[in-house]
């Protein structure tokens, strides 16, 4: 997104960008910093104070240009009425108990000076362009980075943790107050566009192509069996088919136990639910290049995976069950290794039914 920016802004630009470890790009106005993801760190507090300080600096002749993606929630911390470390517990509590993004941010919002309209009240009596690639199912612009320049979301924090059993904090901050700096919010990028474009792709290759959501969320393994389902419900006929999905699917794990990710964790419940029947492959990843916590983006499977996991002398069923998905398509080879994409639009899962004349009854 910045080094778009500044192909494309003729006048005076400067500014900075915050991305993960191992995600730069020399850029030549925009000056380029690193912060802790998905876990925050001193570097992530650092990089929120000073997009704070350079916008309080801002005068109504100015224009403040905000890019906003998945993963600023992170990059971006500056805990208001909570210290950092009673905040990323509260958050990685929510996790584990598999609350979605959107319950996320929301929480996030009102516990952060940046969040939830922050720095827009910063850049107050700027003039203001946002421009947002969404992450999170339904694109609400509010709950994408937890929303730095628009307003948070109409959600109780107090009834989101009740809902996920999360004690709150000790207190809860009062609400944030002030003029905020106004302009348009624009959605440049989403999972709607990202499989749009692949069911472009497969249909110039002469493939059929069904989307079954754009905005799925839920446990993994639930999901990944309703899809099994599905496609099981589908009628026989001559000829390949795709089906594709994005949103957002979780894998709550107890703390420090997981070896994989969401992506992962879907795909071998797939394979699972699927039990090698001929003819489907299938993968799943997240768009930005890293699976949650896990290396890589996700994994493919297919009806050999099943096989060739017991004849490593692997349990598939017991590696699920232990959050253990990584492991065994590290073992497989069968990871997907993309590095940084330097673009998040959530999660995409496709499943080819390739040979849909056999009876898979």
Request: charged share 20%; aromatic share 4%; net charge negative.
């Amino acid at each position: 997104m910045a080094e778009a920016l500044e192909a494309l802004w003729p006048g005076e630009l400067s500014g900075e960008v915050v991305v993960p470890d191992g995600h730069e790009r020399p850029l030549r106005r925009i000056r380029v910093e690193t912060a802790g993801h998905p876990v925050p760190d001193a570097r992530s507090a650092a990089a929120a104070r000073r997009a704070l300080d350079q916008a309080a600096e801002l005068g109504p002749d100015d224009l403040l240009i905000a890019l906003i993606s998945g993963g600023g929630s992170a990059l971006w911390c500056a805990p208001r009425g909570v210290a950092r470390e009673e905040k990323a517990d509260l958050l990685n509590a929510l996790m584990a108990a598999g609350a979605p993004i959107g319950d996320l941010n929301a929480v996030r919002g009102v516990l952060s000076d940046i969040k939830a309209g922050g720095l827009a009240r910063a850049a107050c009596p700027a003039r203001l362009a946002t421009f947002v690639i969404s992450d999170v199912p339904g694109d609400d612009p509010a709950l994408v980075a937890s929303g730095p320049t628009v307003p948070g979301p109409a959600r109780d924090p107090a009834a989101i943790l009740r809902r996920w059993n999360v004690p709150p904090p000790a207190r809860w901050p009062a609400q944030a107050e002030g003029e905020a700096a106004r302009g348009p919010v624009r959605l440049i990028g989403s999972a709607r566009e990202a499989l749009a474009a692949a069911s472009r792709a497969a249909e110039r290759a002469g493939v059929n192509v069904e989307i079954l959501g754009e905005a799925i969320e839920g446990d993994a393994e639930t999901v990944a069996r309703d899809h099994a389902y599905k496609i099981r419900a589908i009628p026989a006929a001559e000829g390949p088919l795709l089906l594709l999905s994005g949103g957002e699917v979780t894998a709550p794990a107890p703390a420090g136990s997981a070896r994989g990710g969401p992506n992962t964790h879907y795909a071998l419940a797939l394979a699972l639910a699927l039990d090698r029947a001929p003819g489907i492959f299938a993968l799943a990843a997240d768009t930005d290049g890293l699976d949650g916590r896990a290396e890589g983006a996700g994994a493919y499977v297919g009806p050999a995976t099943l096989p060739r996991a017991v004849e490593a002398g692997l349990d598939p069923a017991a590696m699920l069950a232990g959050f253990d998905s990584a492991s065994l398509f590290d073992d497989l080879g069968d990871k997907i290794i993309t590095g940084p994409t330097g673009v998040n639009v959530s999660d995409f899962r496709a499943i080819l039914l390739n040979q849909r004349f056999i009876n898979r009854d």
